[in-house]
Structure formats: structure tokens, C-alpha cells
């Protein structure tokens, strides 16, 4: 009984992956803007309906990857065991993602969309959203609400840590290996966990 739904939804992420992957080498070959719906439906070798069916809009294939790692982020720290802490949360999401063993397409996609002011500023707007599912673990951590300066001032760099990597990534003239990975973003993580260790610690005196 409950066979057949696990097949219809594996064949259901087939087909997305196949759609994506289409997409994404004609975006690469030929360029975003050029690349029309027909044409990836075509590779895909599915309907221009279908492709609705599974993305709103060529945007939405464009940022696929981001859009699912963010969903799986948003699963680990949800699933997080209790003391650990929101900065090692994501960490360990970063080195255990397959963002991390990224292959050659994966890279080229990430220089075409870093290369492209109007690309990179749609990346910046997608990475931002990661703000909101991170907040809300930086805010129980400091034990404080949502809306506190502190946790947006965290969760806010932690965004802006995001948007660095993705440039230097792009920048890379290979995908980068976990050790490689780990280099980058370490002192990153060393610089936040300094601050919100720091944002932890009751303010007893005040200078005049």
C-alpha cells in the first residue's frame, strides 16, 4: 500500500532532476536570457506544461539547487539535537551538502550567474531568504525573540557569509574539495561564534 506513493514521488524528483539538469547545461552553453522554455522542454524531452507543473518559472530552475538546499537546512536545524547550537548546525550542513562535491557543470552555472549583475543580485535576494530560517535558531540560542537586533545582526552576517562563499566559489577554477570547503568557511564561523559568544555574555557595566 504504501509502495506505490515512494514510486510515484521518485519518479516525480526524476523528472525535476532531469528538467534541472537540462536547463541547466543550456543555460551554461547558451547563456540564461537565451535559453527559452520550449528549448529546455525539448531537452528534457517533457511538455513546456510540464515544466510548470514542476517550476513556477525559468528563475525558479535556474535556482533549483538553492531552493532544495535551503528546504534541507531548514530540516536540520529543525532536527537538530538539543545543545547544539544553530553556527555548528550549519556548518556541519555546509561540509556534509553535496555543495560540497559539486560537479563541473554545477561550477560553470555558478560562474555564468556570478558573472551577471542581474543574476548575482536574484542569487543575493534567493541567499537572503536563508535569513529567515536561520534567525529563528540564532534567536533561541541567545534566548531572546525573533526580532531582537542581536539575532538579526547574526543571522544577518551568517547570510552575508553565504553570498561571499558563492562569489568565491564562482571564482574557483575547480569545485572546491571539503577540506578546501572547510578553509573557506572556517574563519567565517570562528568570527560569528566569537561574536554571538560574545552577545551571550550579560552586560554588567556600561561605559560613561
Sequence with gaps: MDAQPGLRERKKQR????????????FVERG??????????EAADVSTRTIFAYFPSKEDIL???????????TAAIAERPEGKDALETVRAFILASPQADRGKLDAQLNHRITNDPTLRSHLRARIGEIEEVIRPAIAHDLNAPDDDTR????????TAAFNVLAERGASNARPWTREELAAQIDP??????????ALKQPQTTRRR
Aim: charged share 25%.
Design 15 to 26: 523528472t525535476r532532476e532531469t528538467i534541472a539538469r537540462a536547463a541547466h547545461e543550456l
Design 32 to 41: 540564461y536570457q537565451a535559453t527559452t522554455l520550449p528549448e529546455i522542454a
Design 63 to 73: 535556482f533549483d539547487d538553492l531552493e532544495r538546499m535551503k528546504d534541507a537546512l
Design 151 to 158: 539575532t538579526q545582526l547574526v543571522a544577518a552576517s551568517l
Design 188 to 197: 567565517i564561523f570562528t568570527f560569528l561564534r566569537g561574536g554571538l559568544d
